[in-house]
């Protein structure tokens, strides 16, 4: 146990450090754009236009000074002062003075920049906390480099999956505030298993709800790309996803998350019983065969139905979508059992989208949330015995988690 203990330490410690990487790579291009924004402001036109108005201000771009680093709080940044020539007043930048090299403003409000969810209205508030309030921003400037990251997010989105195989797809709704809804807004993430054991985040669109249509929409676009069924889906409790994949991948199997299921019985259970309870239905998810599984299960029914009954229907319930993952391989059901793979990253970025608080457009929060998980998605760890997912594509079957018949021929249909 307290091995274990060390081992998500270090798991969680290394997630913050590629978050704190991304802060700091994305805080060093705002910087660059920025002063690039700015000398479009001076100039009154952006690069590689010509003067043509009679009283445009005279000056030319003339290419870059020497790279200055600059101290935040997020690490060191580098950028490089755009330079001018022909013009008639020097061009002196607000956002990197000349001789500055740190400063306690730039380290605290750029990661409110970030924090904000590029939300246009923050942004320039926190802008011209940053710069004053003579700031050269216009609102298109600001726009500009507010649509950056929805380029970047939009091309990704319509990018080819032509030729990835995945054996396993994980799905789960995150939820934000945005704008003045009463509700929080989801934004549904996909993430897939391919061929080789890596995992790679494969879609992450913003949803009014985690509706049948919603999912079923972001699944169709999937497959609209090139994205082949995958094997298995492994979800929450919620109907919204099982109904998609079962109009869009009829042929994919159901894993329920584990988690989840154990967290809504405890949820109908008294105080008094939680502890008790929780060492009954801990060991049932890491049972070596399913029928220690259902024994343990019945033990905790035999237990608690006549004190908690809807404890023991909520455990019942849907159980044969919870026992999936014993028709894989059973080095892959750590990986099966739960959405953790979705949720482990998501915690961490929780602390960035709870502390924004609230986003003026939900797909705001879906590009910063991208961005991120795009980032963490570089430290995540391949699947266990990899070699095992070339039998699990080809449809084999296992039992307990074991291989138990290898037909000639036999191939999952496209």
């Known amino acids: 146990m307290k091995k274990s203990t060390q081992g998500d330490a270090t798991a969680s410690s290394s997630r913050f450090e590629a978050l704190e990487v991304l802060a700091r790579e994305q805080i060093q291009q705002w910087l660059q754009r920025m002063l690039e924004e700015e000398l479009t402001a001076f100039l009154g036109r952006p690069k590689s236009e010509r003067r043509t108005q009679v009283d445009a201000k005279p000056g030319y771009r003339n290419g870059h000074g020497k790279e200055r680093r600059l101290a935040t709080s997020m690490g060191t ?160 409790g919620h109907l919204g996803i099982w109904g998609a994949v079962a109009r869009v991948w009829p042929q994919a199997e159901h894993q329920r998350c584990f988690n989840h299921k154990l967290r809504n019985v405890l949820d109908k259970l008294p105080k008094k019983e939680l502890e008790a309870a929780r060492a009954l239905l801990k060991p049932i998810p890491y049972a070596a065969t399913r029928a220690e599984a259902e024994a343990l299960r019945d033990a905790f029914v035999a237990e608690y139905q006549p004190k908690a009954p809807k404890a023991t229907a909520c455990l019942l319930d849907d159980w044969e979508r919870l026992v999936t993952y014993y028709r894989f391989p059973k080095e892959h059901w750590k990986h099966l059992r739960t959405t953790n793979i979705i949720e482990s990253p998501f915690a961490s970025l929780r602390l960035r989208t709870d502390a924004a608080k609230r986003f003026r457009k939900v797909e705001n929060a879906t590009v910063l949330l991208w961005k991120l998980l795009l980032v963490a998605q570089k430290s995540f760890r391949k699947l266990d015995a990899a070699e095992h997912l070339r039998d699990v594509l080809a449809g084999r079957t296992y039992e307990d988690g074991n291989l138990v018949m290898l037909p000639q021929g036999t191939r999952r249909a496209a």
């Open 77 to 236: 940044v580098r950028v490089r002062r755009p330079r001018v020539r022909g013009s008639e007043e020097p061009f002196e930048s607000k956002v990197l003075p000349l001789f500055v090299r740190r400063t306690k403003q730039v380290g605290a409000l750029l990661p409110t920049l970030y924090l904000h969810g590029l939300a246009l209205g923050d942004f320039e508030l926190a802008l011209r906390g940053l710069l004053g309030e003579g700031a050269p921003l216009s609102k298109t400037s600001l726009e500009r480099l507010k649509a950056g990251w929805q380029q970047e997010h939009a091309a990704w989105s319509r990018r080819s999956l032509v030729g990835k195989e995945v054996a396993y797809v994980w799905a789960d709704g995150v939820y934000v505030k945005a704008g003045l809804e009463k509700e929080k807004a989801a934004v549904l993430v996909l993430m897939g298993a391919l061929r080789d054991g890596t995992k790679e985040v494969l879609a992450l669109v913003s949803g009014h709800r985690e509706s049948e249509e919603s999912w079923a929409e972001a699944l169709r676009d999937l497959k609209k790309r090139g994205l082949e069924e995958p094997r298995l889906v492994v979800a929450d």
